[in-house]
């Protein structure tokens, strides 16, 4: 089966990096899900099914890990003994929060009027920001290596991930 | 002229031996079964070449039937003749909003409602069972031999309790179960392989009783589920409701009978499937009491009042575009599936909503069945050319544990790819905590009490510490199946609990167990089942009679009858819940037996006390 004491970089084939060529992942866990998926032991023991099983659902957290940006932002840093969404540090500049407090108490308005393409801007402006950010995180973690220094950004890009999917929400509850 | 194969040396020529396997489609108005013959796969048909089999099992006085012997007593015997047994699974009487709907005899079981048959009080799982057994033997009379291997079809967006009582009736009716497939991925491997399809698809399933929206990308061999979404309460069946409700107001009926209203559904049915390609239908019907029924249904009509069910639909189906970060302009095509999209309401409504017409080039009765064929064909371990490709699939439902606050902490979220494992970690929330109470829940909501209570357990023997320091790790894993296991382990010392998410509908696997070896004492003869019904009436009843009669007259009697009178009692509910007929008629005969003179005593003390004048009510102090 796999080798789970590998990292979610070696286990797919890629170079442990912010920016990955996304349909290289895609082709990786395809290739290791069809070797261990359990479908390919239905009919075998139980051990050969219990094996099966753990090994696809931990190709299956690895592949969630880094496909998602924020996430694989977050997975290079902990690969680096940093814990940049922990709970008990969770500072984030005061403009960087102004800016997002005022965004929502925007959305809220435009939500309250039903004013949609109000939302709408709102929800591309975040995510303006957020290519931003990501853009930044590139430099800062596949280039200068100041993985330390990154935490803030990489927890700047946690907060808009998640306020981008509640204006989505307020949108698509606007919408219909 | 022919060669021989020679193998090489030490190598044993494997013998390509071709498994029987075979793929179910347990719908909640129809069932069907399917396999792979010769590279292709088909529909097995009955004698009489019918691919479909009528989800209906009756409990009659010479046997269970299912199918079309069942559906032809439908009316005449409505609470012994069980219909969309499917919208039961998993589900406890509380859980029915529509309780009413149906004409049984409900009775209110801990977790899985139950209902009570002539054949005895029959859960939901046992009347599956029931489905499963017909679907076997007709698999196996066409295959020519006991079936190897079975993938059953549920609805994608069947929660855990559902799954689960799916795959115990799959068990109980002696299948060999390889996997839980989701009825619109189902639907997609057909049409996919069939088609050579790449892209992005939607499968809009509305069947009798379940409505599921997937949203799948094909490529190169892969199947791989996006989102899923649904109503596991909303199909055909509600069509049906919403024009037996018109028929009630147009016809200004009063309450009906159990067989009366089974016969206006049955008309309101009709009337439906005839809406499909008609203008108006005629609904024509004789009450028991003489009242006859004759009204036209229009297709306006029927369009309004059901034009909320459609609407319905839609709200799962923009939540799965969402979920799936998609808008409907990303699709590729849509696949119908399900009776129920045979509506032209339905499809106009998907073909609005998409920009574009709907795939309907395959059977929606055939294609889930036909797709669990070609799955279980493949997980039986039988090569056919083109089969190497992959499915990934996805949990409909969150799931998450209750904290503080009556709040659920979301584990695995909804649209994960499974089969996948996530552990969480919590701690005490008293100083001193010995055990923690946890409770498994699942869906979207933010309260406990929202979600579905799948299973409580606890783990014990946390060393005491102050509030907030043990480390109790939560392990949720979900198989392949879409099936739920849960471990909790204190990290410091290493203590732990583990559950299967299984018993907290009301199925053991002891209840399981002994279901299992009921059905084989029974599977011959099924007039035992009633026998033993019958015996067990008998039994309570002569034991309440007994015990009431002790209890007023007890004084009538001495010590040595007295024991004999007991053992009798004893040997009675020993064997009250055993599967043997037999030994309890023998059993309620000694009681009888032992109790004949006393009940001679006490006939001669109750005549003494008539003929005295006084009540025997006033002598009881």
């Not at chain 2, 009316?75 to 529509?98: A, C, F, Y």
């Not at chain 2, 977790?111 to 599956?128: F, L, N, Q, W």
């Not at chain 2, 390609?277 to 369009?303: P, Q, Y």
């Not at chain 2, 579905?452 to 109790?472: D, N, T, Y």
């Amino acid at each position: 089966m796999i080798d789970f004491s590998r990292n979610h970089f070696e286990l797919l084939g890629l170079a442990p990096a912010f920016r990955i060529d996304v349909t290289e992942l895609d082709r990786a866990y395809r290739q290791l899900q069809t070797e261990v998926h359990p479908d390919r032991f239905a009919g075998g023991s139980d051990t050969e099914r219990r094996l099966a099983l753990q090994s696809s659902a931990h190709v299956n957290e690895a592949y969630r890990a880094l496909k998602n940006p924020v996430r694989r932002a977050q997975y290079l840093l902990r690969l680096h003994g940093i814990d940049a969404v922990s709970e008990t540090d969770t500072a984030l500049p005061l403009e960087f929060l102004e800016r997002q407090l005022e965004r929502r108490e925007l959305a809220a308005d435009a939500q309250a009027a039903g004013d949609v393409p109000a939302l709408s801007a709102l929800l591309e402006d975040a995510r303006a920001e957020g290519r931003a950010l990501e853009d930044l995180l590139a430099d800062l973690l596949d280039g200068e290596q100041a993985f330390a220094m990154a935490r803030i950004q990489v927890r700047e890009l946690t907060f808009l991930a998640k306020l981008t999917g509640d204006l989505d929400g307020m949108l698509a509850a606007s919408e219909s | 002229m022919a060669l021989f194969q020679i193998s090489e040396p030490g190598e044993a020529p494997a013998p390509h031996q071709h498994k029987r396997a075979i793929g179910i489609d347990l719908g909640t108005t129809n069932s069907l079964v399917a396999t792979v013959r010769n590279g292709l796969a088909v529909v097995l048909p009955d004698a009489e070449g019918r691919p479909l089999v009528p989800s209906i099992v009756r409990y009659g006085e010479h046997g269970v039937e299912t199918g079309y012997a069942a559906m032809a007593h439908q009316t005449s015997d409505p609470q012994n003749t069980i219909l969309s047994i499917k919208r039961l699974m998993g589900r406890g009487l509380s859980d029915l909003t529509d309780a009413r709907r149906f004409p049984y005899r409900f009775v209110d079981t801990p977790g899985m409602v139950k209902i009570g048959t002539r054949a005895g009080v029959k859960s939901p799982v046992e009347v599956s069972a029931d489905l499963l057994r017909a679907l076997r033997e007709r698999a196996e009379a066409s295959l020519g031999g006991p079936v190897d291997g079975a993938v059953v079809t549920v609805p994608a967006y069947f929660d855990d309790a559902q799954r689960q009582a799916t795959k115990d009736a799959a068990q109980l009716a002696g299948l060999p179960i390889l996997r839980l497939l989701n009825e619109p991925t189902a639907a997609a491997i057909a049409y996919g392989l069939d088609n050579a399809s790449e892209g992005v698809y939607a499968v809009y399933d509305l069947g009798g009783g379940t409505f599921d929206i997937s949203i799948l990308r094909l490529s190169r061999g892969v199947f791989e589920v996006l989102a899923t979404n649904g109503d596991s309460a909303l199909g055909g069946d509600d069509f049906d409701h919403r024009v037996f409700c018109w028929i009630i107001e147009a016809a200004k009926l009063p309450p009906l009978s159990p067989s009366d209203a089974r016969l206006l559904l049955v008309k309101a049915r009709e009337a439906k499937e005839n809406l499909s390609e008609h203008e108006s239908a005629s609904i024509l019907a004789t009450l028991s009491d003489g009242t006859s029924v004759n009204l036209a249904l229009t297709k306006a009509i029927f369009t309004e009042i059901t034009g909320n069910l459609v609407a319905k639909t839609l709200s799962p189906v923009r939540r799965a575009l969402r979920d799936a970060q998609l808008q409907s302009g990303d699709i590729k095509g849509v696949v119908l599936v399900g009776g129920a999209t045979r509506m032209p309401q339905v499809r106009r409504a998907v073909a609005e909503f998409f920009g574009q017409p709907p795939l309907t080039n395959l059977n929606p009765d055939e294609v889930v069945a036909l797709g669990a064929a070609v799955q279980g064909n493949k997980l039986a371990g039988n090569h056919e050319k083109d089969d190497d490709w992959l499915l990934l699939d996805v949990i409909p439902l969150s799931l998450g544990l209750e904290i503080m606050g009556g709040l659920t902490e979301k584990i695995i979220h909804r649209n994960s790819t499974i089969p996948i494992a996530r552990a969480q970690e919590f701690t005490t929330y008293k100083d001193g905590q010995t055990a923690m109470a946890i409770h498994v829940v699942q869906g979207e909501r933010e309260k406990v009490v929202d979600c579905r209570s799948l299973a409580r357990f606890e783990l014990r023997g946390i060393p005491p510490m102050v509030a907030g320091a043990a480390r109790i790790q939560v392990t949720f894993q979900v198989d392949a199946d879409g099936l739920l296991d849960v471990a909790a382990r204190e990290q410091g010392t290493g203590v732990e609990a583990t559950i299967t998410v299984k018993p907290s509908y009301g199925l053991s696997d002891g209840e399981i167990a002994k279901m299992l070896a009921d059905s084989f004492t029974h599977a011959a003869d099924d007039m035992q089942a009633r026998a033993l019904a019958e015996a067990q009436v008998e039994a309570d009843q002569i034991a309440a009679a007994t015990e009431a009669a002790l209890a007023s007259d007890g004084e009538l009697i001495g010590t040595h009858e007295r024991a004999v009178i007991d053992a009798a009692l004893a040997k009675l509910r020993r064997f009250r819940d055993g599967s043997d007929h037999l030994a309890l008629r023998a059993a309620v005969e000694s009681v009888n037996h032992a109790t004949g003179d006393f009940a001679a005593r006490r006939m001669d003390r109750s005549v003494s006390r008539a003929l005295t004048g006084k009540r025997v009510d006033a002598l009881s102090d």
